[in-house]
């Protein structure tokens, strides 16, 4: 009785620091997702769930010419047998080995709907069926032959190979990509040809440099095809650290339509860049106007891809227009590579190109040892049984007595003709058709062919140099079948150096149009055409109303300026219609909530401005200092900021919430491009219950003209003699003069 009741759980406790239990956990998560997960072996450039779907479908007897199997029974074995994982990320990742757009050299042949290049899905796996390609049998020839170790499948019941024997070097031919822990690996797909020429340079001679292994791997070679933009150095550079990046652009041509009309016709986009997605966004560039040359875009893409780019006229350059394109679309991306693979299954690094042709050689020469051992194991076999069956053709007449007459005649003929049991076994099971002279004719035949064939495995297991030739002979075989020669296998990619073309004006492109700019109290903006009287009544949503309003050009770049001190820069051009309410400022730039507009205004070359915070501090600003190239705009004020004034006049007037105002000559301010600034205005700091005081309004006067101010029913005040209030920057200043608004702002 005593054995049922429950352990108490201080008996059963083993108490450990916490930075340790988290650690060994951690540390136990990260190698399973970096070896049995992310990074691909250098051998096979495979990952399991790769190796695993091609070696299910090879037990499957999916031949590259049997029948087609429904991918719903392939995805089962596989999770079934080898990858107890979930069966959409096994589907997912059989259909990507069937993508022609993917794959540089598809492992699966599929049938059915495998996704395509505009970024569809595949069918459900129910509807579409696969098999195995012509490239996954070389991957996989000599499997049989154990030449490669094989271990225990997820719940020992089968056995699974460790990594595929790899007639050529997958890792560079199709690449991998994969995300691990604290690590990633980005390996671009390259040209099979090439590789093996390099591996049988490498062969030839085992102390070649990069440099002359990246002379004959040109470069990555994607099966979407495109042109590679860098120049040989770079792309030495790459192959020598295992880490860079290539530029890739679209593939184009200009298509003439007769009477000078032209249009540009792409016919290959980068590696990657999912087709509709490229489309939407050069929409969206003639939308916003980013790129006003550019008319029209049409996707004319059947079979191959045909994208069509209209230019606004016949007098833009193409060179030009394709420039700006490859600048703000996915016309030209950069492909970042990282050849982060494990070595002999076990240890992650970051290879050279000749590191990884090495790790794939030494590969094959362990896959060629093992299956010549194979080999003589079977040869040893097969003459044992022929020398019994040579003794039996000899003593004919005496065996057939003995299997007639013994009664163990196994044991009899054991004994009389020193036979082994295995060659005992085979004479008792031969076929009395088999006694025929012309038979033993061949048996004599077979046993010279053995013995020739073991005398040359034996030297070759002894001299280097055949085994290297033999290897050469191995890659020149699959060079044959997948290289130049084969309709799939001629190089895509083209190598060329960016040419650089002069960059197009944008701004002199956009049409020049007057706008009327509103931006509401709830920040929505919109631009209206023609110059319309500031206080038109205009249509708000609820609970809204105007804020601010100018007048400016399609071509000006606005300026808004935020309580955070940022301004933040819109392309009048980029600004929705008035038709509507218009769209959200905050969508526009990353403006955050809590920050509130202060002023909007056209940029103009040669400006300058006062910024100033509420507590009293500021500068002066160059406009070259304040234009923003992203949307999160840029910072200029620290502080609170309080308003932006362009500069004019001789003098700055203040004034803060103390009604006290100073005026002091405009050359005490610097001029700054970021910071806090100088001190304006000295203000009491308060204390208790008594708020601070603060700056409330700027401006700038000409000594000579005085200060003015709206007084009530549209007239106006002036204040010529300013003597009063003239000070020393950062002083107090004095009470404002009487009549002074209440509100303390200049107006």
């Given at each position: 009785?005593?054995?049922?009741?429950?352990?108490?759980?201080?008996?059963?406790?083993?108490?450990?620091?916490?930075?340790?239990?988290?650690?060994?956990?951690?540390?136990?998560?990260?190698?399973?997702?970096?070896?049995?997960?992310?990074?691909?072996?250098?051998?096979?450039?495979?990952?399991?769930?790769?190796?695993?779907?091609?070696?299910?479908?090879?037990?499957?007897?999916?031949?590259?010419?049997?029948?087609?199997?429904?991918?719903?029974?392939?995805?089962?074995?596989?999770?079934?047998?080898?990858?107890?994982?979930?069966?959409?990320?096994?589907?997912?990742?059989?259909?990507?080995?069937?993508?022609?757009?993917?794959?540089?050299?598809?492992?699966?042949?599929?049938?059915?709907?495998?996704?395509?290049?505009?970024?569809?899905?595949?069918?459900?796996?129910?509807?579409?069926?696969?098999?195995?390609?012509?490239?996954?049998?070389?991957?996989?020839?000599?499997?049989?032959?154990?030449?490669?170790?094989?271990?225990?499948?997820?719940?020992?019941?089968?056995?699974?190979?460790?990594?595929?024997?790899?007639?050529?070097?997958?890792?560079?031919?199709?690449?991998?990509?994969?995300?691990?822990?604290?690590?990633?690996?980005?390996?671009?797909?390259?040209?099979?040809?090439?590789?093996?020429?390099?591996?049988?340079?490498?062969?030839?001679?085992?102390?070649?440099?990069?440099?002359?292994?990246?002379?004959?791997?040109?470069?990555?070679?994607?099966?979407?095809?495109?042109?590679?933009?860098?120049?040989?150095?770079?792309?030495?550079?790459?192959?020598?650290?295992?880490?860079?990046?290539?530029?890739?652009?679209?593939?184009?041509?200009?298509?003439?339509?007769?009477?000078?009309?032209?249009?540009?016709?792409?016919?290959?986009?980068?590696?990657?860049?999912?087709?509709?997605?490229?489309?939407?966004?050069?929409?969206?560039?003639?939308?916003?106007?980013?790129?006003?040359?550019?008319?029209?875009?049409?996707?004319?893409?059947?079979?191959?891809?045909?994208?069509?780019?209209?230019?606004?006229?016949?007098?833009?350059?193409?060179?030009?227009?394709?420039?700006?394109?490859?600048?703000?679309?996915?016309?030209?991306?950069?492909?970042?590579?990282?050849?982060?693979?494990?070595?002999?299954?076990?240890?992650?690094?970051?290879?050279?190109?000749?590191?990884?042709?090495?790790?794939?050689?030494?590969?094959?020469?362990?896959?060629?040892?093992?299956?010549?051992?194979?080999?003589?194991?079977?040869?040893?076999?097969?003459?044992?049984?022929?020398?019994?069956?040579?003794?039996?053709?000899?003593?004919?007449?005496?065996?057939?007595?003995?299997?007639?007459?013994?009664?163990?005649?196994?044991?009899?003929?054991?004994?009389?003709?020193?036979?082994?049991?295995?060659?005992?076994?085979?004479?008792?099971?031969?076929?009395?058709?088999?006694?025929?002279?012309?038979?033993?004719?061949?048996?004599?035949?077979?046993?010279?062919?053995?013995?020739?064939?073991?005398?040359?495995?034996?030297?070759?297991?002894?001299?280097?140099?055949?085994?290297?030739?033999?290897?050469?002979?191995?890659?020149?075989?699959?060079?044959?079948?997948?290289?130049?020669?084969?309709?799939?296998?001629?190089?895509?990619?083209?190598?060329?150096?960016?040419?650089?073309?002069?960059?197009?004006?944008?701004?002199?492109?956009?049409?020049?149009?007057?706008?009327?700019?509103?931006?509401?109290?709830?920040?929505?903006?919109?631009?209206?055409?023609?110059?319309?009287?500031?206080?038109?009544?205009?249509?708000?949503?609820?609970?809204?109303?105007?804020?601010?309003?100018?007048?400016?050009?399609?071509?000006?770049?606005?300026?808004?300026?935020?309580?955070?001190?940022?301004?933040?820069?819109?392309?009048?051009?980029?600004?929705?219609?008035?038709?509507?309410?218009?769209?959200?400022?905050?969508?526009?730039?990353?403006?955050?909530?809590?920050?509130?507009?202060?002023?909007?205004?056209?940029?103009?070359?040669?400006?300058?401005?006062?910024?100033?915070?509420?507590?009293?501090?500021?500068?002066?600003?160059?406009?070259?200092?304040?234009?923003?190239?992203?949307?999160?705009?840029?910072?200029?004020?620290?502080?609170?900021?309080?308003?932006?004034?362009?500069?004019?006049?001789?003098?700055?007037?203040?004034?803060?919430?103390?009604?006290?105002?100073?005026?002091?000559p405009l050359t005490e301010l610097p001029e700054m491009a970021r910071g806090k600034g100088v001190r304006l205005q000295k203000f009491g700091s308060g204390g208790g219950l008594v708020e601070a005081d603060t700056l409330t309004d700027a401006t700038f006067v000409t000594l000579a003209d005085g200060l003015s101010w709206p007084m009530g029913g549209g007239k106006t005040r002036t204040q010529s003699d300013l003597t009063e209030w003239m000070g020393k920057r950062a002083s107090a200043g004095r009470m404002a003069p009487r009549g002074f608004p209440r509100d303390n702002k200049f107006g």
């Amino acid at each position: 009785m005593s054995d049922d009741l429950p352990i108490d759980p201080e008996d059963n406790t083993v108490p450990e620091p916490l930075s340790r239990a988290i650690g060994e956990r951690y540390l136990t998560y990260a190698l399973s997702t970096i070896m049995n997960r992310a990074l691909p072996d250098a051998r096979d450039g495979l990952k399991p769930v790769h190796r695993r779907i091609l070696f299910a479908m090879r037990e499957l007897r999916l031949s590259p010419t049997g029948p087609f199997r429904k991918s719903a029974k392939i995805t089962g074995d596989v999770m079934g047998n080898y990858h107890p994982h979930g069966d959409a990320a096994i589907y997912d990742a059989m259909a990507r080995l069937a993508q022609d757009f993917a794959m540089r050299y598809p492992l699966v042949d599929g049938q059915g709907n495998f996704g395509n290049i505009d970024g569809d899905n595949p069918a459900a796996a129910r509807y579409t069926e696969a098999r195995l390609a012509g490239t996954s049998e070389a991957l996989m020839d000599g499997l049989a032959e154990d030449s490669v170790d094989f271990r225990p499948n997820y719940d020992g019941t089968l056995t699974e190979p460790v990594v595929l024997p790899a007639a050529f070097p997958n890792l560079l031919a199709n690449g991998a990509s994969g995300i691990a822990v604290g690590m990633a690996t980005n390996v671009p797909p390259h040209n099979l040809h090439e590789v093996i020429d390099a591996c049988l340079h490498l062969i030839k001679t085992p102390d070649a440099r990069d440099d002359t292994l990246a002379g004959i791997i040109q470069g990555p070679d994607f099966p979407t095809g495109g042109v590679i933009v860098e120049n040989r150095e770079t792309i030495a550079e790459n192959y020598r650290t295992g880490r860079g990046a290539f530029r890739v652009r679209a593939r184009w041509a200009i298509e003439d339509l007769g009477r000078s009309q032209w249009q540009i016709v792409v016919t290959e986009i980068p590696y990657q860049v999912q087709k509709s997605k490229l489309i939407e966004r050069l929409a969206e560039l003639i939308q916003t106007k980013r790129i006003p040359i550019l008319a029209d875009v049409r996707d004319e893409s059947a079979e191959d891809i045909r994208i069509v780019l209209e230019p606004k006229t016949r007098a833009v350059d193409p060179e030009q227009m394709m420039a700006a394109l490859f600048r703000v679309s996915d016309l030209e991306l950069r492909f970042s590579m990282n050849m982060n693979v494990l070595i002999d299954g076990r240890v992650p690094k970051v290879c050279s190109l000749k590191e990884v042709l090495r790790a794939f050689l030494d590969h094959r020469r362990d896959v060629l040892l093992r299956r010549t051992n194979y080999r003589l194991e079977k040869i040893a076999a097969r003459l044992e049984v022929l020398e019994g069956y040579l003794i039996a053709y000899l003593n004919l007449d005496r065996v057939i007595e003995i299997i007639r007459y013994e009664d163990d005649p196994k044991a009899v003929m054991i004994a009389e003709f020193n036979l082994s049991d295995v060659q005992v076994e085979a004479i008792l099971n031969m076929r009395l058709r088999a006694l025929r002279k012309l038979e033993e004719i061949e048996l004599r035949t077979e046993r010279d062919k053995l013995l020739e064939e073991r005398e040359g495995l034996l030297a070759m297991l002894a001299d280097d140099g055949q085994q290297w030739a033999r290897i050469s002979d191995q890659l020149k075989e699959v060079r044959n079948q997948f290289g130049k020669s084969w309709a799939d296998g001629k190089r895509r990619t083209d190598i060329a150096e960016a040419q650089e073309v002069a960059p197009i004006d944008m701004d002199a492109m956009i049409e020049r149009e007057p706008l009327t700019v509103i931006l509401s109290k709830m920040g929505w903006i919109r631009a209206m055409k023609g110059l319309q009287p500031l206080d038109t009544e205009l249509k708000f949503k609820d609970g809204d109303g105007p804020f601010m309003a100018l007048h400016a050009e399609t071509t000006d770049k606005l300026m808004v300026f935020a309580s955070n001190g940022r301004f933040y820069t819109l392309p009048a051009n980029n600004l929705p219609g008035g038709r509507g309410m218009g769209e959200p400022l905050r969508l526009m730039v990353d403006l955050p909530n809590e920050a509130k507009v202060i002023a909007m205004f056209p940029w103009r070359d040669g400006d300058k401005y006062l910024v100033a915070s509420k507590a009293g501090d500021g500068f002066i600003v160059a406009a070259n200092d304040i234009l923003a190239q992203t949307k999160s705009g840029k910072q200029v004020l620290n502080g609170e900021a309080l308003l932006c004034r362009p500069v004019s006049g001789d003098h700055v007037a203040l004034v803060g919430s103390n009604r006290k105002m100073l005026v002091f000559p405009l050359t005490e301010l610097p001029e700054m491009a970021r910071g806090k600034g100088v001190r304006l205005q000295k203000f009491g700091s308060g204390g208790g219950l008594v708020e601070a005081d603060t700056l409330t309004d700027a401006t700038f006067v000409t000594l000579a003209d005085g200060l003015s101010w709206p007084m009530g029913g549209g007239k106006t005040r002036t204040q010529s003699d300013l003597t009063e209030w003239m000070g020393k920057r950062a002083s107090a200043g004095r009470m404002a003069p009487r009549g002074f608004p209440r509100d303390n702002k200049f107006g």
